[in-house]
């Protein structure tokens, strides 16, 4: 396929994307405004200021919060976390 014909199935393909983003718009326009699930708490839901327990977090994976608290680990030289 040459470089002109390969730009040609792309703008088609972009020109379909384009008529379906339309229409999936008007679909949504024209549907019923979506309900909250039977059972589900109107409003907001308050979350309460105290302190959550510690034994929630006990068997908790640390991955990916940062280094668990305590001194310094040396890590590879000349790399450091953004």
Aim: overall charge negative; glycine content about 10%.
């Amino acid at each position: 396929m040459s470089l002109h014909d390969e730009l040609n199935a792309v703008l088609h393909r972009l020109d379909d994307l384009a008529a379906k983003v339309e229409r999936l718009e008007r679909a949504a326009a024209a549907a019923p405004p979506a309900r909250p699930p039977a059972g589900a708490p109107p409003g907001m839901v308050t979350v309460p200021e105290t302190p959550y327990d510690g034994a929630l977090w006990t068997d908790a994976d640390d991955e990916g919060l940062g280094r668990p608290p305590g001194p310094a680990r040396p890590g590879p030289r000349g790399r450091r976390a953004p």
